[in-house]
């Protein structure tokens, strides 16, 4: 939770470093190799479509009258890449268990393939940026939330050995409570660091996809780093990055090193931070604990308080 006060805050590196103990110590507890939840699809009943990607489509549903998000596979065929995809999905999104990343409840492991997660009726961030009318004008209060939300549900993929590496880190891909609280999605492009000696391949979408995926490069948990940059600066200004572009042409504006300009009005700090995570160089690139130790000290600078 975020609000504005006066009062004393302790130290930020204070705060990140007990959040990385009960991160680890949250980890560490969680079983290796947790059991799903196997749901029979004549138990669910689907509702609207909320979305659709390259590998499923995304239904509001309901389970044992709650309500739900049913992810179903697009492609059905047993031994397809796709849903060798999507079942390595749905095993790693049972094992993650955070405030900022979205909870599975159930898949159903028999054709039709379908994941069952917790439903946000707010939808996802790029949707409350840009697609509500009136347009949103947030306060700074309430875009470090959204700031902080972000970069703590990152900090917990990547703190895992070995990291966890999102891939395709997007504002569609993250959803909001009624809280207004960040929740992770999407995991069909996740994989962890020794999952591939080398990972390579263009994958993401091109507005929030770092210069080495673009250019096929060996790239690492830093790559997700970029992406939060473009987020964050989408967060701080409210509009889509390299509007009016095609992909080919912002593909290369990236490779050439061509960021998103910040008007005025944001704070120089963010500014500087925003720039620290889309560097070229991967290695200047600063850590998620590093984002997010910076973002509570901005908040603390700025007299907002986060519990």
Known sequence: MIH????QHPPTEEIVQDELKQLNKRIRAAPSHPE?????????????????????????????????????????????????QFINEMKLMSRLQHENVVAILGACVTSPLCMITEYY????????????RPKPNLSLEQQLKLCIGTARGLLYLHVHNPPIIHRD????????????????????LSRDTTMSATMTGCIGTPHYMAPEVIHEDRYTEKADIYSLGIILWEILTGEIPYRGWNTIQIAMKVVQGIRPQFPELVPTELRELVASCWDEHVDKRPTCAVIVQQLVSIAHAKHVRIR
């Not at 799903?36 to 004549?42: G, T």
């Not at 996802?124 to 840009?130: E, K, W």
């Not at 997007?170 to 409570?177: G, R, S, T, V, Y």
Request: cysteine-free; aromatic content about 8%.
């Open 169 to 188: 880190l997007k504002p569609a891909n993250l959803l909001l409570d009624d809280d207004m609280n960040v929740k992770l999605a999407d995991f069909g």
């Open 121 to 132: 009726g707010k939808g996802s961030l790029f949707h409350f940026l840009h697609r509500t």
């Open 36 to 84: 799903l939840i196997q749901v029979p699809y004549e138990e669910l009943r689907l509702l609207d479509v909320l979305g659709e990607g390259a590998f499923g489509t995304v239904h509001k549903g309901e389970w044992k009258g709650k309500v739900v998000a049913v992810k179903v596979l697009k492609n059905q065929q047993l031994g397809s890449r796709a849903r060798t």
């Open 4 to 7: 504005t006060n006066n009062l």
